[in-house]
């Protein structure tokens, strides 16, 4: 799990800085403002939990088990609700993709969560 959590981690920081950059040239004269502040939170977030990604990577050499795991699939699925969602609703302005943003957020929480359980618990 761990190198596929790795992997998984740099291919979303590949996407966030690419879709970073996507937004800072192409986009910025093409989105109005409020649009293009909800791309970059989309960019942020991505970039937080791909670092993520690759710490549960760490810490599931660390600490193997079953959370450890958990968080770094919740890390997954909050990237593609949350990041994915406001990617969607920034490129396309359809303001009711803003309604799918906290399921991914709660899915980053919960692996946030998952994480703290498993080190807190784990064992060496």
Do not use: K, N
Not at 78 to 100: K, P, Q
């Amino acid at each position: 799990m761990d190198r596929l959590f790795f992997g998984l981690g740099a291919a979303s920081a590949f996407i966030a800085v690419a879709a970073g950059a996507f937004g800072a040239h192409a986009l910025r004269t093409r989105l109005p403002p409020d649009l293009l502040a909800v791309f970059e939170t989309a960019v942020r977030y991505q970039m937080y939990h791909a670092l993520a990604l690759i710490a549960a990577a760490w810490a599931s050499t660390r600490w193997p088990g079953g959370l450890i795991h958990w968080a770094g699939w919740l890390f997954v699925l909050g990237t593609l609700l949350f990041s994915g969602s406001l990617y969607a609703l920034a490129l396309s302005g359809i303001r009711w993709l803003g309604a799918i943003t906290p399921i991914g957020g709660v899915a980053f929480l919960a692996g946030w969560i998952c994480l703290v359980v498993g080190a807190v618990s784990g064992r060496r």
